[in-house]
């Protein structure tokens, strides 16, 4: 086939959901995340894991991989270390069933920056395309792919904003930051310490939908959406009706 071939277009959308979640810690992003279907393939370069994976391993089928990424190696261990998980990633993508989680997409710019530039301060912003484009490749497989797919990713205060009236900042993410128009969905996990209701502890904001722009700006858990829960088959049920 040629690079401009052209097919006929789809009928429907593809039934499979690429989510992307970002939050602080403890928001509830691993738990939504191990409430996708199986088999879970997690690549766990953040250890977030524990305590969490346990409530879901006796009923689902889980793998877990622990890459270890080295704080003081060289741009060849890096550009080694890049390539073998793109390998791994490839292999993920060609599965036909279950789910593929990344943790998180912050340590994994990281790598790519490392791995293109060696550890370094400062890139030139002319050069963000060399480990960017990487990045966006990878994005890509998985819509090629049949498989769900999770992008987790740590947010952090705006530098040099202001707080609101209860002395909280804006937050943005950290890393790769264009992974949230990447995504078919994005959402935003916040934690409420003061709810005495348990149920009520943990929420998210849909920032960003694709498939299901009128779910833009909602809060769920919200039962008057079919979202009862914070759950990733109820979502994606939801972002394709």
């Known amino acids: 086939m ?32 191990f409430t996708s279907p199986e088999p879970i393939f997690y690549c766990n370069f953040d250890r977030g894991t524990e305590g969490v994976v346990e409530k879901f391993s006796k009923d689902k089928e889980i793998y877990i991989a622990n ?31 279950g789910t593929i989680v990344l943790d998180t997409m912050t340590v994994l710019t990281e790598l790519s920056k490392n791995a293109h530039f060696g550890k370094t301060l400062e890139i030139p912003p002319n050069k963000a395309y060399v480990w960017q484009e990487p990045m966006r490749e990878m994005v890509r497989q998985t819509h090629d792919s049949v498989m769900n797919a999770i992008f987790i990713q740590r947010r952090g205060e705006v530098w040099g904003s202001v707080p609101d009236a209860k002395g ?7 890393g790769f930051s264009a992974m949230p128009y990447e995504a078919q969905a994005s959402i935003i996990m916040y934690r409420n310490d003061e709810a005495t209701d348990d149920s009520q502890r943990f929420y998210g904001l849909i920032d960003k939908c694709r498939h299901n722009m009128r779910l833009m700006g909602k809060v769920i858990p919200d039962p008057s959406l079919g979202l009862l829960n914070l759950d990733f088959n109820e979502l994606r049920t939801v972002v394709h009706s």
Not at 9 to 29: F, M, Q, V, W
Not at 67 to 85: C, L
């Open 67 to 97: 890459p270890v990424i080295p704080s003081d190696g060289t741009q060849q261990e890096y550009y080694a270390i890049w390539q073998e998980f793109k390998a791994f990633w490839k292999e993920l993508c060609q599965k036909t069933q």
């Open 168 to 174: 909280r900042k804006p937050t943005d993410v950290r």
């Open 2 to 33: 040629g690079t401009f071939d052209l097919t006929a277009a789809p009928l429907e959308a593809p039934r499979r959901l690429i989510l992307h979640l970002s939050g602080d810690y403890g928001t509830g992003k691993t738990h939504l995340a």
